[in-house]
């Protein structure tokens, strides 16, 4: 059965009597939305708690100086882009990050085998670039997506992006599952231990830079990111999709990136559905851009967020009629 979205807290006659009128109208505008995020080491799980603590910020605010929004929310680890589309469809989150290929593809219906077909996905801003990482163990002699034949593989977990944007370098490569040793399936927090461990040789993550997951296994046991400058496959995807672009991973990023490294990338976007009420994303879409300075410093992947680009970069979906109320207001639109 469907989650019921928001849920108004309601409170007895005899409870109402005992309230302050204040008390009263906080209580009965009380909302809780969820936002799906990724594994606890990515970055969208830095997203969700940001988001969430400027709608929280607000609130707090408003219990001070007269309420701004009566927003309660969440923003629980999950599974990653395609599981967030799945569950906002479905009515059982209110909100998700999502890479920008798999936002494309929900809602214009273009890879249903990979992603709900979900039309009334809507985009609200756009987040931070997330390059493809092929991420190799030490030793292992991968210098290029050719030798990745014959090893293990780390292709990601169902409902992750990294999964699906790993399967579409794959075809693009004219290559099926067994041209590799094996591949595995284990989440974003699981992939750079086992590459530590010895139990694959590499992994495709798609992810912000720089993040907590990865470094486990660069700075942990010398792993590197594999360039994938004059890969043909990167080359095709960017060529024939708008939301795939050339991206660089700056020297220094992590212990063994010693030199700038070239491969494609997408940017994280924050979406959501037609069904959730236009007050309820104006809100949320105002507690993020009036405090953007804070969340610009809540991880180094948002540094660099700016306004215009989120409002326009990578969302084929079209914008919530409540972001587009905020970003009309700004007389950003
Ligand atoms: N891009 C990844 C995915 O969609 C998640 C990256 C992250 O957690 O930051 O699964």
Redesign the pocket.
């Known amino acids: 059965m469907m989650r019921k979205l928001f849920r108004t807290a309601t409170i007895s006659a005899f409870a109402a009597a005992a309230m302050s009128a204040s008390l009263l109208s906080q209580a009965q505008d009380k909302q809780f939305i969820a936002i799906g ?3 606890p080491t ?4 830095q997203v969700g708690q940001a988001v969430c603590q400027m709608v929280h910020a607000e609130a707090a605010e408003g219990r001070k100086e007269g309420m701004k929004h009566g927003i309660r929310c969440s923003a629980p680890s999950t ?4 599981y967030n589309i799945g569950q906002i469809a479905q009515g059982e989150l209110d909100f998700g ?3 920008a290929d ?1 936002q494309f593809h929900a809602v214009n219906c273009s890879k249903e085998d990979k992603v709900t077909c979900f039309k009334d996905l809507r985009a609200v801003f756009s987040v931070h670039p ?1 390059p493809y990482h092929v991420i190799a163990a030490e030793g292992s002699g991968i210098q290029s997506w050719n030798d990745l034949e014959g090893k293990r593989f780390n292709i ?1 977990n169902p409902g ?4 699906g944007t790993t399967e579409e370098l794959i075809s693009g490569h004219g290559w099926s599952m067994d041209k590799f040793g094996q591949t595995t399936e284990l989440t ?1 927090t699981e992939q750079s231990s086992a590459l530590c461990d010895g139990k694959i040789d590499a992994y495709g ?4 830079v720089p ?1 907590a997951g990865v470094s486990v296994a660069t700075d942990g046991c010398d792993a590197y990111i594999v360039d994938l400058g004059d890969d043909s496959a990167a080359q095709a995807l960017v060529d024939e999709h708008a939301y795939y672009s050339w991206a660089t991973i700056p020297a220094g990023t992590y212990k063994t990136t010693d030199k700038d490294t070239t491969t494609f990338g997408v940017r ?1 976007t924050f979406v959501t559905s037609a069904d959730v009420p236009d007050d309820v994303v104006y809100a949320v879409t105002k507690a993020v851009f009036e405090n953007i300075d804070t969340f610009r410093r809540l991880h180094p992947a948002f540094a660099n967020l700016k306004p215009e680009t989120m409002i326009s970069a990578a969302l084929s979906a079209p914008l919530h009629a409540g972001a587009k109320k905020y970003y009309k207001e700004k007389g950003w639109l």
């Open positions: 995020t990724g594994g990515g970055v969208y799980f599974g990653g882009s395609t990050v999502a890479q798999w997330e990601g992750s992006g990294q999964r974003s993550y798609t992810v912000g993040n994280a």
